[in-house]
Structure formats: structure tokens, C-alpha cells
């Protein structure tokens, strides 16, 4: 039996695109319709409260619109809300959580850093984490303020955007981390620049890749996979709608996506 329902993805902007881009990769047959939340984003600096109201909202709205799972791509969201999510909604639910564990495995100097929106570092989700796997390492717990807004504006290129992903990253640097962890899905987006302030000996991790694997296991297990691809005559389908402005949003998004969308308007 094949499901051909798509995948419900959410994040509260753009961030979560480096997510719906490696589901797309490893499951091509699959659509899916993905909401930016892009008239709260960024969640980072909200109260965990709010975050949880529209976590449940956006749910709702892609449960109406017929999606078979949810991918909350957003560690913030995640961090706060996916619990009560659970509770409310019976489908199967996956949300992210940073590559701590991966990098305190891999690390040979003893220190990683975690760059993440305050919002995450303040998540009880979070705290578990550290104390599940952060007992021979030190954890330099880094927040990374303007990396959202830098992403959302679509100027990664721009002659400023360099010294925004700078300055945050000082404390990695005199820690000396040889491993770092993106703990936004918008960061993945900054890898380059990251990569060109830490150098090539720090290795750089972000969640992705584990989950696009993951929601292939969930959805072998509940049955919901879209079949077999040679039954199909073209992949899934991608729809990305905006709580925002979907002129503002969708060049942006485009590049972020790598080929041109269209972004409808959800209310």
C-alpha cells in the first residue's frame, strides 16, 4: 500500500528548508508541505509559551491540509512545544534535537560547542541532553544572535554578513572546540561562513541528515511511505506556504532552496 499524503514540515521561518531539502533528497517520492511561520519568526526570543500556541497552530493547519506526519524543523519549536504536540495530535511527530551527542562521541579535544538560539539553550529538552551525554566533555553553549535574521534576509554574500557570524563564535575559538554543533536549522544555511571564521579543524555537524533518515523509519513503521517509485511518473510535490509575506518570502526561499518557488499565504 502506498500513502501519497504529504509530510507536514514547519519551522518559523526559512531554517527548516535545510531539513525539507534532506528529506527531499533521501525521499524524492514523497511531497510535502511546509509552513514558514515567517510572521513570528524568529521563535529564538520568544517566551517558551508562545512558542508552544503557535507550534500548535501551525500543527493544526497542516493537519487540516492533510498531512500524514509532522516534522517540527526547528530546535527552538522542538525544544519546547513537541511534547505537548504529541499529547494533542495522534499522527506520528518528529522533531529535532542538536548533534550533542555525535560530537561528544567524535571530539579528540575534550570541548564542543553548541551555537543555538537562547530559547533552545533555556529548554528543559536541552538541559537532558547535555546531561545525558555531556559528562566527559566540556559544552560551550554559544547563543548566535542576528544568524537568524542574517539567513531570513537572503544576504549570506553580503560584505557584513562575515563579521555577524563572528563575533559569537569567539568563545568556541578560545575554548578551543574542535567540534561544533548547529543547533538551528537557519545555521546550516551559514556553514561556509562558519566554516571560514573556525577553520578547517573544526568539524561542523548539524541534525538534517539524521532526520530525513529517521522520518523514512516512522514512516515505514506506521505505513505511510508513498510506495514504490517505480509505480510513480514524477516525484512528490514541494508546497511552501508563509504566514508572512509571500513577495518578501519567496526570493528568499528560493535561493535557500535552490530552484524557484512559489510560496503561497496561510492565515
Not at 525539507?20 to 519568526?41: K, M
Not at 493544526?60 to 509532522?70: S, T, Y
Amino acid at each position: 500500500m502506498s500513502d501519497p499524503r504529504p509530510i507536514g514540515v514547519f519551522d518559523s521561518g526559512l531554517g527548516g528548508l535545510s531539513v525539507a531539502r534532506e528529506i527531499r533528497s533521501r525521499l524524492p517520492d514523497e511531497s510535502i508541505i511546509y509552513i514558514a511561520d515567517s510572521a513570528y519568526v524568529p521563535y529564538g526570543g520568544r517566551p517558551l509559551e508562545e512558542i508552544r500556541e503557535r507550534s500548535i497552530v501551525v500543527t493544526g493547519e497542516l493537519v487540516k491540509r492533510g498531512a500524514k506526519m509532522i516534522i517540527v524543523a526547528c530546535n527552538t519549536a522542538s525544544g519546547a512545544a513537541i511534547e505537548q504536540l504529541r499529547a494533542r495530535f495522534s499522527l506520528p511527530i518528529v522533531g529535532l534535537e542538536p548533534a550533542v551527542k555525535p560530537a561528544a562521541v567524535s571530539t579528540r579535544a575534550g570541548c564542543i560547542a553548541v551555537l543555538a538560539t537562547p530559547a533552545t539553550l533555556q529548554t528543559d529538552r536541552f538541559h537532558r541532553l547535555v546531561d545525558q551525554h555531556g559528562e566527559d566533555v566540556r559544552i560551550v553553549k554559544i547563543p548566535c544572535p542576528g544568524y537568524v535574521e542574517l539567513v531570513e534576509s537572503g544576504k549570506m554574500d553580503d560584505e557584513r554578513a562575515l563579521e555577524i557570524v563572528r563575533e559569537p563564535l569567539m568563545p568556541a575559538i578560545q575554548a578551543g572546540v574542535d567540534r561544533v554543533v548547529l543547533g538551528c536549522t537557519h545555521y546550516p544555511f551559514l556553514r561556509e561562513l562558519i566554516r571560514q571564521v573556525l577553520g578547517d579543524g573544526v568539524e561542523i555537524l548539524d541534525s538534517g541528515a539524521a532526520v530525513a533518515r529517521q522520518v523514512e523509519r516512522v514512516l515505514v513503521q506506521h505505513e505511510l511511505a508513498a510506495g514504490d517509485p517505480a509505480d510513480r511518473s514524477e516525484p512528490g510535490s514541494f508546497t511552501m506556504l508563509t504566514t508572512g509575506d509571500p513577495g518578501r518570502v519567496a526570493p528568499v526561499a528560493s535561493g535557500l532552496w535552490g530552484s524557484p518557488l512559489t510560496v503561497g499565504q496561510v492565515v
